[in-house]
Nanobody, 126 residues
Framework: QVQLVESGGGLVQAGGSLRLSCAAS????????VGWFRQAPGKERDFVAA????????YYGDSVKGRFTISRDNAKNTVYLQMNSLKPEDTAVYYC???????????????????WGQGTQVTVSS
């Protein structure tokens, strides 16, 4: 099973940018679709973005479209989430996860993902 470790979170002012990284170990995840979810205190875990195994298809939650960009470098076994124009409502713990199915086609459901990382905190101040 692949192990995922997120990094790059922190405190940023509204309008600023952060880049999150998700590094895989245990096995390569170049054949897996990979997603990012986030969870704010007292709220459900929400879909942020996902990318297919080859990087040619990307999917975004409505609240981050046009501001966030997901990408991957399979040679480095790493997936990135570039977050621009951050808003206070983006504050949450961000989780990286690998899709259960090799034929992932854009599901936003947490149940369609497994091998979750431990998360990285992103805090956006107003």
């Amino acid at each position: 099973q692949v192990q995922l470790v997120e990094s790059g979170g922190g405190l940023v002012q509204a309008g600023g940018s952060l880049r999150l990284s998700c590094a895989a170990s245990g096995r390569t995840f170049s054949g897996d679709a990979v997603g990012w979810f986030r969870q704010a205190p007292g709220k459900e875990r929400d879909f942020v973005a996902a990318i297919n195994w080859g990087g040619g298809r990307t999917y975004y939650g409505d609240s981050v479209k046009g501001r966030f960009t997901i990408s991957r470098d399979n040679a480095k076994n790493t997936v990135y989430l570039q977050m621009n124009s951050l808003k206070p409502e983006d504050t949450a713990v961000y989780y990286c996860t690998a899709a259960r199915s090799r034929s992932y086609s854009g599901s936003h459901l947490p149940a369609d993902f497994g091998s979750w990382g431990q998360g990285t905190q992103v805090t956006v101040s107003s």
